[in-house]
């Protein structure tokens, strides 16, 4: 299979080539096509996964919505669906993968073949809609757990009599010291 820079690129920050990767490659394109918009590099533009597979490193390494800054929400409904929306506008368009397109292929590689060569609505059901943006990333300082004595975001933390605690500690979590 020819693969452009772009999807060079993707597969090699994902780790390999695969239908789910194939799928959040040919979404992202599409929306960002019909949003008129580039690859993020700051809150400008908004993803919402609605599954937590491969193609979500797709969407990360092409839209430049990542987890870390706050421009990507992950749903995990296991659904190929994904919304992108513009900040400056609102405008946004939710793309899900249309059962019929690939129900009778069960070959791995055609079904690949298949997506990345079509991204229209061949594939997908493409829709504008309307969205409610989450709101942009903001600094918030930290405080300490009065138990663990770590660093912990002031708006992330419970106060039970008095005393704040992550929430690690709050919900007493897995983690502990092995030592
Ligand atoms: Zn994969
Ligand atoms: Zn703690």
Redesign the pocket.
Known sequence: MDMDPEVKGAVKF???L?F??AVGIAATRLAMERLATGKAVGEEVVAIAENSS?AV?AIQFLAGTTLGRGNLIVNDWGKHAYTFARRDDGRAVRLSLRYEAFKDIHDREKRMEKILSSRGEEVFNIRDVKIELPPEAEVVSSIQCSSCKEPVMRTRTRTVEGEVYCIPCYEKVYIQPSG
Do not use: N, P
Request: aromatic share 0%.
């Open positions: 994902h780790g390999h695969c789910g990767l491969c490193d």
